[in-house]
Antibody, heavy 122, light 111 residues
């Protein structure tokens, strides 16, 4: 099994919404924090959001705060990113990544999915 | 936010030669209470997600060849490949996790 698999990407118009999912296997999201990181095509990495292992504590990049919501369903062992009011500059490959244990509030990212492409265009 | 700046942006090195990538943070990422640098290095090959190489600036991940080494402290860090192999062609990123995560812009390493 592939440890992290993202899905839900696609093409949407500006102002629309999209929900990304990240199915985890081989470990429990209830025990590990998780990140979303994005990468515009041909560009560098940008951290988007983080949810702690407790599921209650969440952090967001300023660029998405108030528009994106990170969450998880422990029963499905799946991480989500609800993206509202999408903008062309949100176009990117979105990766989910696992928090490297005992590495501070945010941590390093020790396991990455293959990503899902979100395109925001009219 | 802590700004991470890598140099150079791109680098061409001959097979078997040393490659050195630098990363500088706009403020120290050394946490005084545990004397650890909150700095990671990643390797991203074309069409693949990033792969963690080092945490804590110099702790090599399992399976990473020992020709790779990480060093530095405070605000200045270095990733060194002692003898470049063809499979090392990739973009390399540093990341600080002292505060809200930020990445360097990446260094493209070519043969």
């Amino acid at each position: 099994q592939v440890p992290l698999v993202e899905y839900g990407g696609g093409v949407v118009q500006p102002g629309e919404s999209l929900r990304l999912s990240c199915a985890a296997s081989g470990f429990s999201l209830s025990s590990h924090g998780m990140h979303w990181v994005r990468q515009a095509l041909g560009k560098g990495l940008e951290w988007v959001a983080f949810i702690r292992y407790d599921g209650d504590t969440k952090y967001y990049a300023d660029s998405v705060k108030g528009r994106f919501t990170i969450s998880r369903d422990s029963s499905k062992n799946t991480l989500y990113l609800q993206m509202n009011s999408l903008r062309p500059e949100d176009t990117a490959v979105y990766y989910c990544a696992k928090y490297g244990g005992n590495s501070g509030t945010f941590g390093y990212l020790d396991l990455w999915g293959r990503g899902t492409l979100v395109t925001v265009s009219s | 936010d802590i700004v991470m700046t890598q140099s150079p942006d791109s680098l061409a090195v001959s097979l078997g030669e040393r490659a050195t990538i630098n990363c500088k943070s706009s403020q120290s990422v050394l946490f005084s209470s545990n004397n650890k640098n909150f700095l990671a290095w990643y390797q991203q090959k074309p069409g693949q997600p990033p792969k963690l190489l080092f945490s804590w600036a110099s702790t090599r991940e399992s399976g990473v060849p020992d020709r790779f080494s990480g060093s530095g402290s405070g605000t200045d860090f270095t990733l060194t490949i002692s003898s470049l192999q063809a499979e090392d062609v990739a973009v390399y990123y540093c990341q600080q996790y002292y505060s809200s995560p930020t990445f360097g812009q990446g260094t493209r390493l070519e043969i």
